[in-house]
């Protein structure tokens, strides 16, 4: 068995995580609406895709903990490889700028060529270990992600 953890980034205060708040608020319990963010944790390597970076990227994250939860699945090793062979077919593709707009904020289902942002790509990783199937990972938000998770029977734990 091999272990990866999606970590969850709680709410901060730029103008898009307020806009992904407000959103988030009115779909989900305030439990799971603080988050704006989400990560593939591989060890001590990061997946995900960040507007900051501009994109995919694999990078170490020194975590602090009042910022984020974290959730831990266990996966058979085969699983884990396909998560992470999925990952890393995917380094260094573009931020999902316009399709974030029109499938979060509008509703359209709307998909990039292989352009991705956070939740996307983490929704579609696990994907490749038979979690989650049958979500169109574009739809997913952070929030989304771990009431998903969540009702899957996988805790968040600070």
Same mark, same amino acid.
């Given at each position: 068995?091999?272990?990866?953890?999606?970590?969850?980034?709680?709410?901060?205060?730029?103008?898009? #995580?307020?806009?992904?708040?407000?959103?988030?608020?009115?779909?989900?319990?305030?439990?799971? *609406?603080?988050?704006?963010? #989400?990560?593939?944790?591989?060890? @001590?390597?990061?997946?995900?895709? %960040?507007?900051?970076?501009?994109?995919?990227?694999?990078?170490?994250?020194?975590?602090?903990?009042?910022?984020?939860?974290?959730?831990?699945?266990?996966?058979?090793?085969?699983?884990?490889?396909?998560?992470?062979?999925?990952?890393? @077919?995917?380094?260094?593709?573009?931020?999902?700028?316009?399709?974030?707009?029109? =499938?979060?904020?509008?509703?359209?289902?709307?998909?990039?060529?292989?352009?991705?942002?956070?939740?996307?790509?983490?929704?579609? *990783?696990?994907?490749? =270990? %038979?979690?989650?199937?049958?979500?169109?990972?574009?739809?997913?938000?952070?929030?989304?992600? *771990?009431?998903?998770? @969540?009702?899957?029977?996988?805790?968040?734990?600070?």
């Amino acid at each position: 068995m091999r272990e990866i953890r999606i970590a969850l980034y709680k709410w901060r205060k730029t103008f898009f #995580s307020k806009l992904i708040h407000w959103k988030q608020k009115r779909k989900f319990p305030n439990k799971y *609406a603080i988050y704006t963010h #989400s990560e593939l944790v591989f060890g @001590e390597l990061c997946f995900s895709s %960040s507007e900051v970076d501009n994109g995919t990227r694999i990078k170490k994250i020194l975590f602090k903990n009042e910022n984020w939860d974290f959730i831990t699945i266990k996966l058979e090793q085969e699983e884990y490889k396909d998560v992470l062979g999925f990952c890393m @077919e995917r380094i260094w593709k573009p931020y999902n700028w316009y399709w974030i707009f029109f =499938a979060q904020i509008l509703n359209f289902n709307l998909k990039g060529n292989d352009t991705w942002f956070c939740s996307e790509i983490c929704t579609e *990783a696990l994907q490749q =270990a %038979s979690i989650l199937c049958g979500v169109s990972a574009v739809f997913v938000e952070p929030a989304e992600l *771990a009431y998903r998770l @969540e009702q899957a029977w996988y805790k968040i734990t600070k």
